[in-house]
């Protein structure tokens, strides 16, 4: 089997292959925090070979999801935190493509869906009405907790630059979740390193809450679906010391990569998508200066 990797740096590494099966290379609890986005499930189509994503069914969505998880259970550190977003999305989508009914547009994912009459399409392996909010992301943290994880909060990210919907028979969507999960009871989490001001009490500051407004980025080279430099930065001072290595099995853009090695962190990233991560050397860490700084 040839070598997974694609750069390794002293500090950031990047691995091509599929996750689950690049997992299995790495070292038992080597990482000290996962903070990852998978692809959405039926959103966007990559034309990768066993993407996650366009499975056959939501179900199969949710155990292939799981699978990984299992693998990299035990790669994260006995006191390690998974920091987990997913986005929601409905049965059906308008038109042959996302439009701009989808507040998903620009994240992980595409077309996946069969048509079921007139314009619109619904999602293969979906059952119910096309208009159904399918509910993923708590059916994959179910699942999470069924396999064994510790479910210790849902974050809501707060886009505080939504783009509009047109539907008229809902509320838009401007949200989408941020799950923190551990292996054990007793695990390490800096409260400190992310704490907030407080709203009553001028210059002193409080525990962060479970609403995090960050506004969304705009895409980076051909990847659409990137990260908020701030919502990766949250999970990392939360999760991790300076030193400590952060993992994302579907690294992207690498995001998650630039903002660990700013913050003093070792990263290791995998991606199904080659291109994706020589984009990545070419415009995230073959520069001398990040293209954003710290919060």
Known sequence: MPSPDVFDD?????????ARDVAATLPSASVQAIVTSPPYFGLR??????QYGAEASLGDYIDHLTGLF??????????????????????????AARGADSELAGRKHGAAQIRTGGTRRKKAGVDGSRKNLLGVPWRVAFALQ??????????????????????TDRPTRAHEYVFLF?????YYFDADAIAEPSRKRPGEVVNRRTVWDIPTVPSVGSHEAVFPPDLPRLAIRAGTRPGDTVLDPFSGSS????????EGRQYVGIDLNRDYLE?????????????????
């Open 10 to 18: 002293g500090t950031v590494r990047l691995l091509h292959g599929d």
């Open 182 to 186: 551990a292996k054990s009871d007793r």
């Open 70 to 95: 299992d693998e990299l259970w035990r790669v994260l550190a006995d006191d390690g935190t998974l920091w987990l977003n997913l986005g929601d999305s409905y049965a059906s989508q308008p038109g």
């Open 255 to 262: 995001t998650t990569g630039a903002v660990a090695a700013l």
């Open 146 to 167: 069924d396999a064994g994880w510790i479910l210790r909060s849902d974050i809501i990210w707060r886009k505080s630059n939504a783009l509009p919907e047109s539907v």
């Open 279 to 295: 984009q990545s050397v070419r415009e995230r860490f073959s520069q001398p200066v990040l293209p954003w700084a710290a919060a």
């Open 45 to 50: 189509q990559y034309e990768q070979p066993g």
